[in-house]
């Protein structure tokens, strides 16, 4: 069983960082793949940025490419996101998200989810 605990998400301005963590629990943190989506109020869940179980092959939606960087910490067990220009539609509840298919950007093929920390972005 692993479970995930999704932290660092906050009120922001236009333009500013921000670097969203995951803290993992349970067995064999790097056989899972894992990644970010968000949810943004009255959409559905979209996929944001996936990475390998070692951490040497990443994954972007053309919305946040250029933009954001996901990372791990295979020692700490930790995922990261870190968040650059932030942009009002970046608004969003983020989930981090573990399985067994990496890079996949269908929510359903992960095994594993966090409850979401909320970013929000005013102008």
């Known amino acids: 069983q692993v479970q995930l605990v999704e932290s660092g998400g906050r009120l922001v301005q236009s333009g500013d960082s921000l670097r969203l963590s995951c803290a993992t629990s349970?067995?064999?943190?790097?056989?899972?793949?894992m990644g970010w989506f968000r949810q943004a109020p009255g959409k559905e869940r979209e996929f944001t940025a996936a990475i390998s179980g070692g951490g040497g092959r990443t994954y972007y939606a053309d919305s946040v490419k250029g933009r954001f960087t996901i990372s791990r910490d295979n020692v700490l067990n930790r995922m990261y996101l870190q968040m650059n220009s932030l942009k009002r539609e970046d608004t969003a509840v983020y989930y981090c998200v573990a399985g067994r298919t990496e890079g996949t950007r269908r929510f359903g093929a992960y095994d594993y989810w966090g409850q979401g920390t909320q970013v929000t972005v005013s102008s």
């Open positions: 349970g067995r064999s943190f790097s056989s899972y793949a």
